[in-house]
């Protein structure tokens, strides 16, 4: 039975999280899920560290292998385990996803998770609105190009769902609920057509209702 470390909370748990759901794998059933990182610890233990050296989530054990940094687990789940085929296999969908899967990491995800740590993890005493502010403005305008992207096509890589939705949306998601949450601190969100009409359809078809934050953990 696979293992996976990691809690429910964390973005890039959520996004092995889904993908698990969508290859219809269950927790318990086919995979073990070990709470861990911030409060639940463990993430720093001699035992995890020898698994993960970075010392954080997620990280998979699947027999004698072990993987961390979340988009790398995706396409080894996708690649190894999607016996329904579930997502598009040929060359052209693959790699359109591939390559979203590497903004999300290296592009949107850095800029967002500046206004999203600023407003949810940092005490308010100590939470720098500027800085927040400019980020969360930053993440709308590249989000605005995956708006663009979504004109002509359903998702990111075509009109089929593929692995590099998932950690496209947990950020777009993350997204909007700073916006209802902190009105006033993020400033107005820019109305994308192109991503609410996508959002909507990963809602009704795929398992992101099962992951998804419905409200944000805030540290006062």
Not at 51 to 56: D, F, R, Y
């Amino acid at each position: 039975m696979m293992r996976l470390w990691g809690r429910k909370s964390s973005i890039n748990v959520q996004k092995v999280l889904w993908c698990l759901a969508e290859l219809g794998l269950e927790e318990g059933k086919d995979f073990e899920r070990i709470d861990a990182g911030l409060h639940f610890g463990k993430n720093r233990t001699p035992e995890f560290l020898a698994l993960n050296p970075n010392g954080l989530v997620p990280t998979l054990e699947d027999g004698d292998l072990v993987l961390w940094e979340s988009n790398t687990i995706l396409r080894y789940l996708a690649h190894q385990h999607d016996q329904s085929k579930r997502f598009p296999t040929d060359i052209a969908s693959q790699y359109r996803s591939e390559k979203w899967m590497d903004w999300q990491v290296g592009t949107m995800w850095p800029t967002l998770r500046v206004a999203f740590l600023g407003l949810t993890r940092t005490p308010e005493n100590e939470r720098n609105y500027p800085s927040i502010l400019k980020a969360y403005e930053e993440a709308s305008q590249l989000i605005a190009l995956l708006d663009q992207q979504l004109i002509d096509q359903k998702y990111c890589s075509g009109n089929a769902f593929h692995i590099g939705d998932i950690p496209l949306a947990l950020c777009v998601s993350r997204w909007m609920l700073l916006n209802q949450t902190f009105p006033d601190k993020t400033g107005p969100r820019p109305q994308l057509r192109n991503i609410d009409v996508w959002m909507r359809r990963l809602e009704d078809s795929t398992h992101f209702n099962l992951v998804a934050e419905k409200e944000l953990n805030i540290v006062k």
